[in-house]
């Protein structure tokens, strides 16, 4: 009851990378960054475990950006190339590379790295990829007719990776997806049909993140815009409830999200946001236990895993630590509390 899971990505510390910064540069090269990143790993794995998290994820501390460093192993891509593009509706301008040409994956992309996650933990591990729309609205496109025609050969190419991932021991292939809180039509069009194709065939639980950002500026002052109830979720839910998506993740904490949104979810398990990523202030135990039992209202406890919003990258890492222990108590609290 309440497993508890974070959305992926966790601080990178700073002898490995630029702290507190999206894309923040590594700090070691060659095979020092590879120890590196796997010395970071075992860090977090480790954290995970004490802070009584039952799904683990690497942290993503192997990669520089949830997007890039996908694409990085894709071939098509012209990666000098570089177009500026408005991300998430001109939220935030990014040059990003551009597809050039027919995409393919010469190789795998992160199994090598999650082969080593996956040896140093006996508990339920998770694997987070960038999910085909996202990918879309992160790279600028001058080979394909049209962005689902390309969101659909990314698909390809993440289903082949998830695949490998899952026969390697991945519990759970995530795919994270915040355009889905962006284009609420085009994901009802071909944003479903494409996270589809991404999961084909998987037998592993397949999960969808989708969130209202990083605790960043740029995204802080977006929120600021959408009003006092955020209705994002209403428009897609539907459709996701009818997907071939195991598990969707919604942001709960310090947001404005109505919960009663989950409503929409009924055949689904639910990530619910218990901990924001913003880096002020860290939420208590009876908190996050007060955001499961407020869940609870709308969906049956067995459905419900305690999460983080979102990822935690540019946080400080002592601030995403006690995140995370805030969030296994919370759970534990709230195990206790339907026991009494
Ligand atoms: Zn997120």
Not at 47 to 58: F, K, N, R, S, Y
Not at 211 to 227: A, F, H, P, Q, S
């Amino acid at each position: 009851m309440f497993e508890t899971t974070i959305a992926g990505s966790l601080p990178r510390p700073d002898w490995l990378a630029e702290p507190e910064r999206l894309k923040g540069g590594w700090k070691l090269e060659g095979e020092a960054l590879k120890e590196g990143q796997r010395r970071a790993c075992r860090e977090w794995i480790q954290h995970q475990e004490e802070a009584g998290i039952d799904i683990l994820t690497d942290g993503e501390v192997y990669r520089r950006h949830f997007v890039h460093s996908f694409l990085e192993g894709i071939s098509g891509i012209d990666q000098n190339k570089k177009t500026v593009m408005g991300i998430r509706d001109n939220r935030y301008d990014l040059e990003v590379p551009t597809v050039t040409e027919a995409v393919s994956r010469p190789a795998p992309v992160f199994l090598e790295d999650f082969k080593y996650t996956r040896s140093l933990t006996d508990k339920a591990l998770k694997i987070t990829l960038p999910g085909p729309m996202t990918i879309c609205d992160t790279i600028a496109n001058d080979h394909y007719g049209s962005r689902p025609e390309m969101a659909m050969a990314f698909a390809e190419l993440l289903n082949q990776e998830a695949r490998e991932l899952e026969a390697a021991g991945a519990d759970v292939v995530q795919f994270d997806e915040p355009a889905f809180n962006v284009f609420m039509n085009d994901v009802n069009e071909w944003g479903i049909d494409t996270l589809n194709r991404a999961v084909a065939g998987l037998k592993c639980t397949k999960a969808v993140h989708i969130c209202y950002g990083y605790g960043i500026d740029e995204n802080n002052r977006w929120k600021e815009t959408l009003g006092d109830e955020w209705r994002q979720y209403d428009e897609i839910f539907p459709a996701l409830n009818k997907s071939h998506i195991d598990q969707v993740s919604l942001e709960c904490a310090s947001s404005h999200v109505p919960l009663s949104v989950m409503r929409h979810l009924s055949d689904k398990h639910l990530m619910v946001g218990c901990v924001a990523v913003t880096p002020d202030r860290v939420e208590s135990p009876e908190e996050v236990a007060a955001t499961i039992k407020e869940a609870m209202k709308y969906v049956d406890a067995e459905r419900i895993l305690p999460c983080t919003n979102c990822g935690m990258t540019p946080i400080p890492y002592d601030i995403a630590l006690a995140k995370i222990k805030a969030l296994g108590q919370g759970a534990a609290l709230a195990r206790n509390s339907l026991q009494a």
